[in-house]
């Protein structure tokens, strides 16, 4: 099987690059050789672009200035001289040097090279900018660095020109040297990329069923909410052009991190890509920040704006501390208006903001008369399933499934990225299913699509083949029900089931509580007495709250103790050795004793004299409350989880604060929730009954349940077998040593 992973070409690239990173040893410790490397191969590719016209440039540019040329005037012709003719996006530069003339000037090569940075297209300085570069320079040549950097540089292994790297293989290089050098500074390498063949299997599946992305002069938006570097930008865009040269697509991003943001924004000026588009921000959110440097944006970068495509690798199992009052207060105020209205995560994981971010930039549907979205999103396993019923990411799948959007999720092998070996999933979805996916969602098992690495890339052993991904395509395009794959299993290919379809439905579920009433006994023993010590009720007497007075608040005390003594005089007078089983009874001789002994006690000191003299009894009366009803015990409280009816449509009638439209649920679900009750419950314990009022709607993807295999153990004779041989063996190896 053909592997996606870079070639031996570009690996040689990589090492030599690093080779180059290792000569930063002693000013720079390991974790610090990205400060130096990557903007450096960012400003050596641009100087790979630039070079060829850099003569042509620089006579162009005073001819124009001596006609009074200035502004975007002159951007844009220069633009036009540096790049080509139909250039759109200024990129140019208008200082004498290249990387091969500093070498010439060994003495003033970190003023030149300030100088040379500067001499670049606005846009172009705002990526060195954001590398933060300038603050290197000067270190680099105090230590006797930055000539030989920038002299290996020049060497001929180190050629970064488009005709000879296209942006796809800088890609490439790129994630390879972030991976290494997140590598050394133990830090996390998910944050800025996902790997190519897993974002080549997403926009596969996103565009497989597509037909007019593919119409010659199209129009068509894609859009990545956490861009990093831009590999889902650049791979979709590919994708399209391959197919369809004369498509005319527009790229949009955000992305928090300077580091990544200016990698992107080199590789879309490069290829004349509007880098307005590309916003230097945190996507969702954070009240009053202070980060305002280098044009940052504490907000959503594209709030008006809706787009056909989007993709997204969120960072998996990242806090939102930083965004929780942002988005909060979006939340609470705006309501589905704005981006959060289904609810929030748990603060420890962020991911499914993103997901509700995406959703709310949907074009209008179809049947709303627009031409709709589709969004494909990478997610670790805690979104399919994290979360009780009525939760905030239980109620973000209900709104998802239930507004008919979610088309798919497809299961990834583990240790597919970089920095974490774990399980990943692809949601896809859409407001503009086919007819024939109208109401369900289609899971697909490709854990087991997948070759190993000849070398492993970090947590990275395993990767996608290009036959890999063709499989996992043909599997969702097909949408079968049970559909088969030939794959791998301990080394010996087996058929198995890779793909299901389900209804919406199927995925929701109703949490009801059942209760089991409370039955008492009564009885004022020594031992019962002296638990009246742990009753918070019973302790408060004794206790104060006038701080300031302390005579007035020593009389509180006083009386208070007086009280006590009163109250465990009163219980000792009572039978000890009677046992009552019925509450109503004893309720009547402990009333009887406290009126005896002129004591008016408050609800919660009497609460707390009951709670101290019971115990729970299987064998009592049933408590019951004023009305007669049967009161419950918290103890044997227990829960049930209930499919939905099969006949319930959706989207169901109650509201997402879990409380509005709740009686109209339940004129919907009653009758089957008596009807599992009596079915599943009542043979069990006769006397359980539901409290309606709790009852829950909750939504998980049980993705795993639903491919699992049952694997028989080994026969026990095999086994014994086994146990035998290894006796022998080892009797056989101590009969050696004696």
């Known amino acids: 099987m053909q592997s996606t992973q870079p070639t031996t070409q570009h690996q040689d690239l990589i090492g030599f690059i690093w080779s180059i990173a290792d000569k930063l040893r002693g000013p720079y410790r390991p974790p610090q050789y990205r400060r130096v490397m990557l903007p450096l191969i960012v400003l050596r590719r641009l100087d790979c672009v630039l070079e060829p016209t850099k003569d042509a440039v620089l006579r162009e540019k005073e001819r124009l200035e001596a006609k009074g040329f200035e502004g975007q005037a002159l951007e844009k012709a220069l633009s036009k001289v540096a790049i080509g003719e139909d250039r759109s996006q200024p990129l140019y530069n208008t200082s004498k040097w290249t990387f091969q003339k500093l070498l010439g000037d060994t003495e003033g090569i970190a003023s030149n090279l300030v100088n040379y940075i500067n001499g670049f297209s606005p846009r172009a300085r705002d990526i060195f900018e954001k590398f933060e570069f300038e603050n290197e320079i000067q270190k680099l040549d105090e230590n006797n660095r930055l000539f030989l950097i920038i002299k290996e540089f020049c060497k001929p292994e180190i ?49 497989c069923d597509e037909e007019d992305v593919f119409k010659p002069g199209i129009y068509k938006s894609i859009y990545d909410p956490t861009a990093g570097t831009g590999g889902m930008l650049s791979v979709s865009e590919e994708h399209i052009k391959r197919q369809n040269p004369d498509a005319n697509l527009e790229l949009f991003g955000q992305e928090y991190n300077p580091e990544s943001y200016a990698i992107c924004c080199s590789d879309l000026l490069i290829k004349d890509e509007p880098i307005n588009n590309l916003v230097f921000g945190d996507t969702l959110g954070v009240k009053g920040a202070r980060n305002r440097a280098n044009n940052f944006v504490p907000h959503d970068g594209h709030a008006d704006k809706q787009f056909h495509y989007m993709l997204a690798n969120p960072p998996f199992g990242v806090e939102w501390k930083p965004e929780e009052d942002f988005v909060k207060e979006e939340a609470e105020e705006q309501g589905f208006n704005g981006r959060f209205g289904a609810g929030l995560p748990r603060i420890n994981d962020g991911s499914l903001l993103f997901l509700q971010h995406m959703s709310s930039k949907m074009r209008p549907a179809p049947d709303e008369g627009g031409d709709g979205s589709k969004i494909a999103i990478v997610f670790n396993g805690s979104p399919l399933f994290t979360g009780d019923a009525g939760s905030g990411e239980s109620n973000i799948r209900r709104w998802i499934i239930e507004n008919d959007w979610l088309a798919a999720v497809v299961a990834l092998p583990d240790q597919m990225f970089y920095n974490t070996g774990i399980y990943t999933y692809i949601w896809l979805v859409t407001n503009k299913k086919p007819e024939h996916r109208k109401g369900k969602v289609q899971l697909i098992d490709g854990s087991r699509h997948v070759q190993k690495m000849k070398k492993s890339l970090g947590n990275k052993r395993n990767e996608l083949s290009e036959d890999d991904i063709a499989e996992l395509v043909r599997l969702y395009s097909e949408f079968g029900h049970e559909a088969t794959s030939q794959v791998k299993v301990e080394n010996k290919l087996e058929t198995r089931i890779c793909s299901k379809i389900f209804d919406n439905r199927e995925f929701g579920f109703l949490k009801m509580t059942v209760e089991r009433p409370l039955r008492l006994n009564f009885q004022a023993s020594p031992e019962r007495i002296e638990r009246l010590w742990q009753q918070r009720a019973f302790q408060n007497l004794a206790t104060t709250k006038k701080r300031k007075d302390d005579k007035a608040a020593k009389a509180d005390i006083k009386a208070g103790e007086a009280l006590q003594q009163s109250i465990l005089t009163v219980l000792g007078l009572l039978e000890g050795n009677t046992l009552y089983t019925a509450r109503p009874a004893f309720l009547k001789v402990l009333t009887g004793a406290l009126k005896a002994a002129n004591l008016k006690l408050p609800a919660p000191v009497q609460k707390a004299i009951l709670a101290a003299l019971s115990e729970a009894d299987p064998a009592a009366e049933v408590c019951c409350d004023r009305n007669g009803n049967p009161e419950p015990n918290s103890d044997l409280r227990d829960t049930e989880i209930v499919p939905l009816p099969k006949d319930i449509a959706l989207p169901l009638p109650l509201g997402y604060d879990g409380e509005t439209g709740h009686d109209d649920l339940l004129a919907l679900v009653r009758d089957h929730c008596e009807a599992y009750l009596k079915a599943e419950v009542l043979p069990h314990v006769p006397d359980a009954w539901i409290d309606h009022s709790k009852t829950k709607v909750g939504y998980e ?3 795993n349940r639903h491919f699992y295999v049952y694997q028989p153990p080994r026969p026990l004779h095999e086994i014994e077998a086994d146990i035998k041989t290894l006796e022998a063996d080892i009797v056989k190896m101590l009969g050696a040593i004696v």
């Not at 490439?172 to 299997?201: M, S, W």
């Open 701 to 703: 993807i049980p993705l």
């Open 159 to 207: 050629d970064l020109s488009p005709g000879r790297l296209s942006s796809l293989a800088m890609g490439y290089v790129f994630e390879e040297l972030v991976r290494k050098f997140n590598e050394q500074a133990n830090e996390e390498a998910g944050d800025h990329f996902t790997p190519r063949e897993v974002i080549r299997l997403m926009v596969n599946l996103m565009f």
